[in-house]
């Protein structure tokens, strides 16, 4: 499973308020249309800069705050193809998980704002093409891998009838 966008960086203890804030997320369940308020309370512009398949890359603690599954869903919906950060508020991390949403928890000091990635979530590394270097990442086990690239633990749910993990 690879992925290659372009990072939009954001900064440590980024919680799920930040990533769509309340005064959105209890106004519609359409996912769309909440996607154009992603992370715009740190970043007024962002949802205009986002082209499909790009990144959040963040510090430490991504995702604090509320386990409502609205914040990985709104991210989904603005076509980010993951989020790289130090560290997941391990909540957070499931939600992406069920949800669909690729996690790479790495160094993300050696990523800047604009640089164009490649990730390989297989092999565990991330590319960045921008400075030509790779960056080792903690590999996701094998049972994450499948139900990500069934497109969630719903989804996986649909295929199979069943919890499949074979």
């Known amino acids: 499973m690879s992925l290659r966008g372009y990072s939009h960086k954001f900064g440590d203890d980024v919680n799920t308020d930040y990533i769509i804030s309340g005064r ?3 106004k519609t369940l359409d996912m769309k249309e909440l996607a154009k308020h992603v992370m715009e309370d740190l970043d007024p512009d962002f949802y205009s800069k986002v082209a499909s ?4 890359v963040a510090g430490r603690n991504f995702g ?6 609205q914040a990985p869903l709104a991210i989904i919906n603005a076509d980010i193809s993951a989020v790289l950060a130090k560290s997941f ?3 957070f991390y499931r939600n992406c998980i069920n949800t669909g949403l690729p996690l790479v928890e790495c160094n993300t000091d050696l990523i800047d704002a604009g640089d164009e990635l490649d990730i390989d979530l297989e092999a565990g590394v991330v590319r960045n093409l921008t400075k030509n270097i790779d960056i080792p990442t903690t590999p996701l086990p094998a049972v994450m891998l499948k139900i990500l690239s069934e497109g969630g633990l719903v989804e996986h749910f649909r295929k199979y009838g069943t919890f499949n993990f074979d």
């Open 53 to 56: 398949g790009d990144f959040i």
């Open 64 to 69: 604090c705050g509320s386990s409502r599954e």
């Open 24 to 26: 959105h997320k209890f």
């Open 89 to 91: 508020a391990r909540i």
